[in-house]
Structures are given as structure tokens and as C-alpha cells.
């Protein structure tokens, strides 16, 4: 059964139930070029994420979640001017709600 939600106009939800067990895969696309008033020495940042990964409820209170990152940023201040760093993660996390 497919399934898809929508909980406000900028939230969309799709979702895959067989077996009782809910799978929902997750795409996450993040931009951001500017700075942050409350930090000391105007800092300048520029970020680009993209996250993907599963997210799977084999039973009503269990969860597994499995997320990977790829992460392009770079923050530079006067001290630090050239400060730019790639990486990749990947998340595990398993989660019981009673």
C-alpha cells in the first residue's frame, strides 16, 4: 500500500506499508550563504548538504533510521580566512517510543 501525507503546505510525507511495517525514504537538500550576527568577528558561511536515507517501523514503537550526508562548508573570519571542509557521514539511530 502507498501511502502519502501532507501536514502543511510545505511538508510532503510518502511512505510504503506492507506487512504492518511502515518504510519512508528522506531526501534533504540544505543551502545557506551568509552570516550570523550573533558571533563575534562577522563570520561568513556557506553550506551545502544533501541527506538521504530510510527511515523503517518494523513494529508500532520501534524505529530504525539509516542517513547519509555528503556536507561542502566553509566558515571564515579574520583569524581563520580560508577555512573550508567536505565530509560524509552516515547515521544510524534506533529509537522505542512507549
Known amino acids: 500500500m ?3 501525507s501532507v501536514s502543511s503546505p510545505e511538508i510532503f510525507s510518502y511512505f510504503l506499508k506492507k506487512f504492518d511495517q511502515k518504510i519512508i525514504p528522506l ?3 540544505q543551502y545557506y550563504d ?3 550576527k550573533q558571533e563575534l568577528d562577522a563570520r561568513s558561511y556557506t553550506v551545502k548538504e544533501c541527506e538521504t536515507g530510510v527511515e523503517w517501523h518494523p513494529i508500532d514503537h520501534f524505529e530504525l533510521v539509516a542517513v547519509y550526508t ?3 562548508r566553509r566558515y571564515e573570519d579574520y583569524e581563520n580566512p ?3 571542509q567536505k565530509g ?3 547515521r544510524l ?3 522505542l517510543s512507549f
Open 2 to 4: 502507498l501511502g502519502a
Open 27 to 29: 531526501i534533504r537538500f
Open 34 to 36: 551568509g552570516g550570523k
Open 70 to 72: 555528503l556536507s561542502d
Open 82 to 84: 580560508n577555512n573550508h
Open 88 to 90: 560524509e557521514l552516515v
Open 93 to 95: 539511530q534506533a529509537q
